[in-house]
């Protein structure tokens, strides 16, 4: 469905992707994770034809993006800060996206107007933040595109809004087989979301895996010991992304198998292990950590 290969933009000095390749199926849902600055919103642009990349392809459903108009009309694109004409109001909008969009469902459209009680006459400018992004969610969702792109789509809305936003769009997902990228920072809520995790970090991409398969591959491990062994002695052979000591109590997150690492962890026999629930905002801190952006105790003078 979605395909680059080798993506790479610059701006200036200032390389923002460099040799991005990855694939996001039909009727999925892609979370784009990573550090501010990692190149999300560039590369979101990117695939939505916004830019232009220096080197690489993008194709959607096998068909180039940037300036290709009947691929752009399958794409729908809301960025972090939605984008409306000066002084146009929601109905405005709507004209001008009813013009452009073949797919236009004018019922769609005021249904979901009339659903979030929206003044389709009023200034957008002269909106909240919250309402100006349910304004650009009710006009993508009434273009019936089969792919979106959505940069921190529910910042700003609250939970009732944030919720039914997500609601419509698993719809989507499940009755045509709307095919999502999305990036956030709110990592709990892509948790719950999302089929898909890919993490950047400094333009190219860390990791991709499927969210189900991440979870039974990486473990948290809380260890107790009669006797602790040697300091390293434990991960010695092991893919541990985090590794500390508190008494006689070592906390540990490996990836792995778990069989294999229980096994692991048994040999050197210990009193207790308890293997706790993982979150991705835990992996994602560890994953990157091991990439050189871990967390740092900070004193100020």
């Not at 501010?36 to 990117?46: E, H, V």
């Not at 970090?201 to 979870?215: K, M, Y």
């Not at 109590?249 to 198998?257: A, E, N, S, T």
């Amino acid at each position: 469905m979605i395909h680059t290969e080798a993506v790479t933009k610059r701006f200036e000095d200032l390389q923002a992707v460099q040799d991005l390749s990855l694939q996001v199926r039909k009727g999925s849902i892609y979370g784009l994770l990573g550090s501010n600055g990692a190149g999300k919103s560039t590369f979101l642009k990117i695939l939505a034809g916004v830019y232009k990349p220096d080197k690489g392809e993008v194709t959607i459903n096998n068909k180039p993006v940037y300036e290709i108009p009947d691929t752009k009309q399958t794409i729908l694109f809301i960025s972090d800060h939605p984008y409306f004409f000066s002084q146009a109001s929601l109905s405005d909008m709507a004209g001008f996206y009813r013009g452009v969009y073949e797919r236009w469902n004018e019922k769609r459209y005021e249904q979901l107007a009339k659903h979030f009680r929206m003044d389709t006459n009023k200034r957008l400018t002269r909106m909240s933040k919250g309402m100006q992004r349910q304004a650009a969610f009710i006009l993508g969702l009434s273009v019936m595109p089969d792919v979106m792109i959505l940069d921190e789509p529910f910042d700003g809305l609250d939970p009732v809004i944030r919720q039914q936003m997500k609601n419509l769009i698993m719809q989507d997902v499940a009755d045509r087989e709307l095919t999502l990228i999305v990036s956030s920072h709110n990592l709990r809520e892509m948790e719950d979301f999302c089929d898909y995790v890919g993490v950047l970090h400094e333009g190219s991409l860390l990791f991709e895996r499927d969210l189900d398969e991440l979870r039974t591959d990486v473990h948290k491990l809380q260890i107790a010991f009669k006797e602790p062994p040697e300091e390293g002695q434990l991960i010695k052979d092991m893919d541990a992304l985090h590794y500390e000591v508190k008494g006689s109590i070592v906390f540990l997150i490996v990836k792995g198998q778990k069989d294999e690492v229980l096994s692991h962890v048994n040999r050197f026999n210990p009193a207790v292990v308890d293997m706790l629930p993982l979150t991705l905002e835990e992996i994602f801190i560890y994953e990157l950590g091991g990439a050189g952006y871990e967390i740092n105790n900070l004193i100020v003078e």
